[in-house]
């Protein structure tokens, strides 16, 4: 198995632009996560899906952030519009049931 | 409310020394447990994780972590760190029932290596 793969590795965008980051689960996973990590901050669950259907999006912080998970093997990550504090590196995983997660390898977004 | 601590922040220690970091957890029932790695610039890497039975749980890299009920503890070790172990540790929780798949995650543990 690739493992989570996410897309693209690194983005740098202008403020006021529209993000959009995707990521591929592993096969068979019934879970996906979307987390975000800062130094300030460290890691935050924005949002989570079971079996494609979004389960709590709590950790969402603005309207700007919207996810979908379209199928098993696919969900994205969209930012619209973009602000420069958004600018942070952005983590997918999956997993199935309690079994643990499996991260992908992360996307550096830079708004400027 | 359920919760995971590593009460050290930052632990350096030099090349060839063993290495132990902590891991508290507060849950209602004991949890799966897992410990993670993250190298600088990676994503995170599971170290090994707990379920059940043997409290001596082996992982990759040569580390292992023992499971203390009495003392809700998770302690993550390693007899021999090398320079390739400097990374951040993460220690995390995940519920036995009601299978929401969520990991509460510890604020994790930077580890710095002597050379």
């Known amino acids: 198995d690739a493992g989570v793969i996410q897309s693209p590795r690194h983005e740098v965008t202008e403020m006021g632009q529209e993000v959009t980051l995707r990521c591929k689960p592993i096969?068979?996973?019934?879970?996906l996560f979307w987390y975000r990590q800062t130094m300030m901050r460290g890691l935050e669950l924005l949002i989570y899906?079971?079996?494609?259907?979004?389960?709590?999006d709590s950790g969402m912080p603005e309207d700007r952030f919207s996810a979908k998970m379209p199928n098993a093997s696919f969900s994205t990550l969209k930012i619209q519009p973009s602000e420069p504090r958004d600018s942070a590196v952005y983590f997918c995983?999956?997993?199935f049931g309690n079994g643990g997660y499996t991260f992908g390898s992360g996307t550096r977004l830079t708004v400027v | 409310a359920q919760s995971v601590t590593q009460p050290d922040i930052h632990i350096t220690v030099s090349e060839g020394a063993s290495l132990e970091l902590r891991c508290n957890y507060s849950?209602?029932?004991?949890?799966?447990l897992f410990w993670y790695v993250q190298s600088p610039g990676q994503g995170l890497q599971l170290l090994l994780k707990?379920?059940?039975?043997?409290?001596l749980v082996q992982g990759i890299k040569g580390f292992e972590a023992e499971f203390k009920r009495s003392q809700s503890s998770f302690n993550l070790r390693k007899p021999s760190v090398h320079w390739s172990d400097a990374a951040e540790y993460f220690c995390?929780?995940?519920?036995?029932?009601?299978?929401?798949?969520?990991?509460?995650f510890g604020q994790g543990t930077t580890l710095q290596v002597k050379p």
């Open positions: 995983a999956s997993s």
């Open positions: 096969s068979g996973h019934d879970y």
């Open positions: 899906f079971n079996n494609n259907v979004p389960i709590d």
């Open positions: 849950y209602g029932a004991t949890p799966y």
């Open positions: 707990y379920f059940s039975g043997d409290t």
């Open positions: 995390a929780a995940a519920p036995v029932s009601g299978n929401t798949g969520k990991l509460i």
